[in-house]
């Protein structure tokens, strides 16, 4: 007999009895649709232990990592406490430790959380302002010792949080963050895989975290970064990013321009997705990151498809801008 | 047909939940690049649309499945809507031989397939 841990309630599953079956029995609503482990609307993720390997097929290795499986078809080996995804209404406090100006209107925010911290480099989460105002940013440091979170934050005009940002808050200060989310990340392993990462905007915050998790994971297949923007002030880090290109020969970078822009020694004028699908055309067995501005986030998952990469090993993350 | 494929069902024969796995990932494309149906899949989430595209293909591969018609029904009736037709269903069922084809699945299975998935046609037309 296992006992399944759902919303501070404990059920008792019967022989045989996946943990949907479990749940529905005892009139939990869930979301469902093929109860046969295709359909994938039960996701659920084990909190506790590692769900059985056979209520995982089919989900992407980010997910499985982080214990996500499908209730459907999972006959529980052990006890499990479980949850739907992104319910949890947990709040972390943290400290700004530093803000700086990556450009005219891009800033540098780091936090250092009060507690140990787990995340990967290009998850989101969000932050929440005193008075409860919330907005979501991409990750884009790895996991240190030091507990710490950098944001790439994009000082819009009339942005309620962005401007107080940049007009008001200050080293030292308090900040609460949620749990980390999402599944556009780098897992270790097939090192040898070229990695494609697109982006705009602060778009470049989720695909520098996880360029540098491929990189700390001594990736050795190539990994091309194309990051775009209308003109040069958009882009940012390009030093950055040029000497880790020069320091790494797998590593390519290609900041792109659509503006008129005479500087073409330096930028490779065009949309970002355009000039790196010319380039890679055939993207069997690529591993494929798309952040920024959600409409070319979603077109481009459609060429990167297309042109041959597998959905599972297609990451998004549309929701930076 | 040898003996021993006989006594196989055709999921089994076609190669199981791996096969529709690979299948899934060439008929998908196939649909999106095909201009007589890509727009009735424009704005869709393309993940939730493989899953789906897998319980289609594994129904019609003859293995184990919930399917409903009226889920069918309800799933296709914003399609109905914009104009979907005898047509675009010949159209998947053309790309859904093609892709087995391109797999090197017998022509005598691919019938059975191609029966299996014309079962759906009055529900996903809503007729």
Known sequence: ?321 | MTETTTNLSLFEQLGGEGAVDTAVDIFYRKVLADYRINRFFDGVNMDKQAAKQKAFLTMAFGGPNNYSGQDMRDGHARLVKMGLDDSHFDAVIENLAATLTELNVPAELIAQVAALAETTRKDVLGK
């Open chain 1, 1 to 321: 007999m296992t006992r399944i841990k759902f919303d501070d309630q404990i059920f008792e599953s019967e022989n045989e009895e996946t943990v949907l079956q479990t749940l529905l029995r005892n009139n939990v609503q869930m979301p469902y649709g093929c109860k046969t482990g295709a359909c994938q609307c039960c996701l659920m993720r084990s909190i506790d232990n590692s769900p059985p390997a056979e209520s995982q097929v089919g989900l992407k290795d980010t997910q499985q990592k982080q214990n996500y499986f499908l209730p459907c078809i999972c006959k529980p080996e052990n006890d499990m406490s479980v949850e739907l995804p992104n319910t949890k209404n947990v709040w972390f406090e943290s400290d700004v430790i530093e803000k700086r100006y990556l450009s005219e209107n891009v800033i540098l925010l780091k936090l250092k959380s009060k507690e140990p911290l787990a995340f990967f480099a290009g998850q989101f989460v969000n932050l929440r302002r005193h008075d409860g105002i919330i907005r979501s940013y991409s990750i884009s440091n790895i996991h240190n010792a030091e507990h710490e979170l950098e944001f790439h934050i994009r000082i819009l005009p009339n942005g309620n949080f962005s401007r107080w940002v940049a007009d008001e808050l200050e080293i030292g200060m308090p900040l609460s963050f949620s749990h980390a989310q999402g599944s556009c990340h780098y897992v270790e392993g097939k090192l040898e895989q070229s990695l494609l990462l697109i982006g705009t905007g602060t778009g470049l915050a989720p695909l520098y975290g996880i360029l540098q998790d491929a990189l700390f994971h001594e990736h050795y297949g190539e990994i091309h970064l194309f990051h775009g923007s209308r003109d040069a002030s958009g882009l940012y880090m390009e030093n950055e990013l040029t000497q880790l290109a020069q320091k790494y020969p797998n590593f390519y970078y290609t900041p792109c321009l659509t503006g008129d822009n005479l500087d073409f020694e330096t930028y490779t004028k065009g949309r970002a997705n355009q000039i790196a699908f010319d380039k890679f055309q055939k993207l069997n067995g690529w591993r494929v990151f798309l952040c920024g501005q959600p409409e070319m986030v979603l077109q481009s998952k459609r060429t990167a498809y297309l042109q041959g990469a597998s959905l599972k090993e297609i990451y998004i993350d549309p929701f930076s801008s």
